[in-house]
Each structure stands twice: as C-alpha cells, then as structure tokens.
C-alpha cells in the first residue's frame, strides 16, 4: 500500500512550493490533510485521482480593481477577491470579508475550510470566499454604498443563484448586503434573490439567518455537552469577538443560562463578572457601530482591558472565540487549560491555532473545531436560498428548528466519524473526513474535474 502519510506530505509541500507567501492557507490545508490519513489508507483510489492535489487548488480565483470615492470627492482604490475554490456538490457558496488584513492567503483558507464546512451541513452547496482590504470602520453610509456598488460591479459576472452565492463574514452585515444587492438586480435586471444570502427580510431574507452562527455554536455545544451528560447551564462562558457571531452566541448561552463574563474588539476586552448586558452591547456594536470600551463606562461593574488577547486570560468553564483567526496561539491556550477550561468551541474561522488545538486535545479539553460549531450560519444561508427558490418564507420557529437539527447532526456525523477512525473524541479529524468523504466521491463522479 502505498504510504498515504508521505502522500499527505508531498501535497503538502507542493502547495508551500507554489505559493510560498500564503501561511494562512499553509496552515488549513495541513489542518485537514494530516487528519484525514486513515480513509485515505483505506481508500486508495482518492490517491490514484490525485483528489488532493486537485482540493488544494482552486477551481477559479478572480482579482479585480474596486475604484470609489470618499465623501471628500477624493478617489480610493481597492482590492477585490473572489476564490471559487470548489463546486462538485453545489454552487460555490461562503462569505465575503471587508477587513484591511484581506489578501489571498487569508481568503484561500477560509474557501477551503468553507468547502469541507458547507459538505458537513448536508445541503447542496459547494465552497468559495472573497472579500477586499477595504476597511468599514469610520467610513459613512454613503461611503460604504459607493463601495458595494463599484465592488458588485465586477463581480457580479461571476455569481448567480446557481453559480456563486457569497454571503457575509466580518465587516459584511445586512447593510453591505443590501448595498450589494441593489446594484446586482439594477445590472441584471433580474430579481435573482438568491443570489446573496443574508438579505434583509423585506426583500427575500430568512429569519434566523442573523442568529444562526452565534446559536447554532451554542446548539453545537449542547451536543457535545449532553454526550457528557452535561449541559451549559450555570457554567462561565469567555467569549472574544462582539460582532454577528459573539452577539448570537451570548444570546443563546445564556438563554441556556450560561454565565457570559466577557466579549472583546480588536481594541481590548470588558470583563463583567455579573455577566454580560446583551441589549447594551448590541446598542453600542449594532446600533452606533462604536468600540466596546463603551460598554465599561455604561455598565459599572465592568472592567476594560486594553489588548484582546488578555481575554484568555480569564477563568472559565466554557470558551468559545468568535472573533477571528489565530486569535488563540499556544500561550492563550496554556493558560485557558492552567485555569481549568473545559470546552472549547470555534465561532469563529480556525481561531485556534495547530499548537493551540494540539494543547487542548493533549490536556483532554473538549474541542469543537470551527468547521462543525460555525456551520450554523452558512447552512441557514442554504435555507435562505431554498426559500427564495420556493417563494416562499418560513417562520422564526421553524428555521430554528431545521438550524438545530442540522448542528445535531453535524455533530453526530463528526462524532461518528471520529469513533469510526478509533479516536473518539477528536472531533477535528471526525469532522474532516466526514466533510472530506462526500466531496471527494461528488469529484470522483463528475469524472476529471
Ligand atoms: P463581524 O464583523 O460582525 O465581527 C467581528 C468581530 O471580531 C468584531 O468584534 C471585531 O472587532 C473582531 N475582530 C475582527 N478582527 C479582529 C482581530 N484581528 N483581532 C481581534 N478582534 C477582531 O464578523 P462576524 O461576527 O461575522 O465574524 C466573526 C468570525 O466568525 C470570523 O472568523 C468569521 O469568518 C466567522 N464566521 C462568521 C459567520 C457569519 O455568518 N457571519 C459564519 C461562520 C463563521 P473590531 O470591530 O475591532 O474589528
Ligand atoms: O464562514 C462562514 O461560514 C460564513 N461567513 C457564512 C457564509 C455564508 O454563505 O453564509
């Protein structure tokens, strides 16, 4: 039998060769590949088809020039990105991320975690990503219309309801989806809704759409939980993040009622040892688009600290990052474990770091890996879309419904997955090869793809 663990490495090494300046992608590509050795073992026929060397390479990457102008009537010019990176089981479908980190390292990591996420919900959809390094904060309303609409000029050639579906992901919320939309239905002269998902619910969005990340993670949580026979209930919960993703998932954590004690930005953390004020946070993040400093000087048993990484610094029983990638490195993780974590559960996109995850499965903490906890928001984006194609729309309730249902059954594919390659608890590798598994046999059918 051929040595599949030298296959995963040649891979590998090929992907560092052709792009040697793209960690980010570096570091997901050896996330899933290293776990997913044993069906590779088992089934050498992925190998005989080079599907890996196939994965890691996109199946179209777009680049285009994003021309605008400020409210100063001077002209700014942007990045813009999609990467379609693979459709065997349905249009490519993923966010798309303004932040001014955005390059094409970071967006080929999220595509090819997207890929494997979007393959676990179960529903037909295939993975992409894009974005540009053009920064929200501080800009007017105006200002970022003039965006979406000189961004969705060049790329709406690329998308459709049964091509490409991008949705949002930091810095892309209601108001840019809105924007994008607009300016996509005035080109093509069409009322293609499901062309983007999480619109606005006047114009074909789907409840829950808002909520899902943030509870589907808690839903997530409570499977991985119950096969403890535990639940959240009264435990201390750190969240990082105080965007869509940690504002939902401190919602449904405490209507578990979990005790959330922290949320944080790119500027630092609050730490509110009476647990977290949802309704002031949602003003300040929400409403007046502000820094969280301000929840400590509105609510006076509140701490703020300068610097996000301290929130991992706090006692918890339950951590769950929801702000962005790397944002817990091998030191945070030493000290989540030191002050007797328990749980660990990915909101956000890899958030953990390889050492970090290592840590946690070393020190047998419970690790829910982002590709499984966060797949609530993309799969209720595929619920948006059904409802657009029905013309129809469902209630809060039953998209809820369908939401957690959906997290119980990622969990229990990974789960069995997991129990299925002989290491029960690892809930990576689990929900790799479950994601892995039903792509590549989608690519081995559609023939040389
Ligand atoms: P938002 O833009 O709504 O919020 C992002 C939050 O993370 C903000 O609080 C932001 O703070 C903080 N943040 C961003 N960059 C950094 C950084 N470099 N260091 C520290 N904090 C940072 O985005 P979302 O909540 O939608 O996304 C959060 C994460 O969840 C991302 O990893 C995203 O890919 C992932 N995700 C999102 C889904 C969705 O449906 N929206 C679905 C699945 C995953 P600041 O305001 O200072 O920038
Ligand atoms: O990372 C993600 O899964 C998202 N940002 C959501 C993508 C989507 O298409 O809803």
Redesign the pocket.
């Known amino acids: 039998m051929a040595d599949m663990k030298k296959y995963v490495e040649d891979v590998l090494e090929l992907v560092k060769r052709r792009d040697p300046d793209q960690p980010e992608f570096h570091n997901t590509v050896k996330e899933v590949l290293t776990t997913i050795v044993p069906v590779l073992e088992k089934n050498p026929k992925y190998a005989e088809a080079k599907i890996l060397e196939r994965m890691v390479e996109p199946e179209r990457v777009i680049t285009f020039r994003v021309p605008w102008q400020d409210d100063k009537g001077e002209i700014q010019i942007n990045r813009g990105y999609r990467v379609q990176m693979n459709s065997a089981i349905g249009p490519y479908k993923g966010?798309l991320r303004f932040?001014p980190?955005v390059n094409l390292s970071i967006l080929k990591f999220?595509a090819f975690e997207q890929v494997f996420k979007n393959s676990l919900t179960s529903l037909p959809i295939g993975g992409g990503k894009g974005g540009s390094d053009f920064d929200p904060k501080g800009k007017s309303d105006a200002e970022v219309m003039r965006f979406c609409q000189s961004f969705m000029t060049e790329l709406y050639r690329h998308i459709g309801p049964h091509t490409d579906v991008p949705a949002?992901?930091?810095?892309v919320?209601g108001r840019e989806i809105g924007f994008l939309y607009g300016q996509y239905k005035r080109i093509r002269d069409a009322y293609d809704d499901a062309v983007l998902t999480g619109k606005g619910l006047t114009y074909g969005g789907s409840l829950t759409r808002t909520e899902a990340?943030g509870y589907g993670l808690l839903y997530f949580v409570k499977n991985m939980l119950a096969d403890k026979n535990d639940s959240i209930k009264g435990k201390t919960v750190v969240v990082s993040?105080?965007?869509?993703?940690?504002i939902y998932a401190i919602q449904k954590a405490q209507e578990f009622g979990a005790k959330v004690v922290t949320c944080?930005?790119?500027?630092g953390y609050v730490y509110d040892p009476n647990g977290i004020n949802l309704a002031v946070v949602k003003q300040i993040k929400e409403v007046e688009r502000g820094r969280i400093k301000e929840y400590a000087a509105r609510v006076p048993s509140a701490e703020y600290h300068e610097g996000?990484k301290g929130v991992w610094t706090v006692k918890c029983d339950v951590a769950l990052p929801?702000?962005?990638?790397s944002?817990i490195d091998l030191e945070s993780a030493k000290i989540l474990v030191s002050n007797g974590v328990k749980l660990v559960a990915e909101?956000?996109?890899m958030p953990s770091t390889l050492d970090a995850i290592e840590h946690f499965q070393k020190s047998g903490i419970m690790f829910g890996p982002a590709k499984a906890a966060?797949a609530g928001?993309?799969a209720t984006s595929a619920l948006e879309m059904s409802q657009n194609s029905m013309r129809l729309s469902w209630t809060f309730e039953e998209v809820d419904k369908k939401l957690e249902s959906i997290m119980t059954n990622i969990y229990k594919n990974a789960k069995a997955n997991a129990e299925k390659y002989g290491e029960p608890d690892n809930l990576v590798m689990g929900a790799n090869i479950a994601g892995f598994v039903k792509v590549a046999d989608a690519m081995m059918a559609q023939g040389l793809v």
């Open positions: 966010g932040h980190s999220l949002g992901d930091i810095g919320g990340t993040g105080a965007g869509n993703v940690a944080s930005d790119s500027n996000c929801c702000a962005t990638q944002e909101g956000a996109n966060n928001g993309v």
